[in-house]
Nanobody, 122 residues
Framework: QVQLVESGGRLVQAGGSLRLSCAAS????????MGWFRQAPGKEREFVAA????????AYEDSAKGRFTISRDNAKNTVYLQMNSVKPEDTAVYYC???????????????WGQGTQVTVSS
């Protein structure tokens, strides 16, 4: 069993930066891939970024490329999402998730956190 707790979401102005964190419990964290997803009101949950178990591979949704960076610290059981140059369309609840392999679809992840709200004002 893995428990995930996101933090770092807040109100930020367009063009600003923030870092989301996802703390995991469980001994298997360092062997699992991690992903960040987001869901805006009235929209489906969508992929943002993912990282392999050792950080050697990453993947990003097109709009996140060049602005967001996913990283992980296995010693701290934590994965991060650094968000730079944020835009109003980045406004959503951001979720972290963990699964056996780096994947892009939400249904391919097993455990989920409760989410953290990111609001970008124009």
């Amino acid at each position: 069993q893995v428990q995930l707790v996101e933090s770092g979401g807040r109100l930020v102005q367009a063009g600003g930066s923030l870092r989301l964190s996802c703390a995991a419990s469980g001994r298997t964290f360092s062997t699992y891939a991690m992903g960040w997803f987001r869901q805006a009101p009235g929209k489906e949950r969508e992929f943002v970024a993912a990282i392999s178990w050792n950080g050697g591979n990453t993947a990003y949704e097109d709009s996140a490329k060049g602005r967001f960076t996913i990283s992980r610290d296995n010693a701290k059981n934590t994965v991060y999402l650094q968000m730079n140059s944020v835009k109003p369309e980045d406004t959503a609840v951001y979720y972290c998730a963990t699964g056996r392999y780096l994947r892009l679809r939400p249904d391919e992840y097993v455990y989920w956190g409760q989410g953290t709200q990111v609001t970008v004002s124009s």
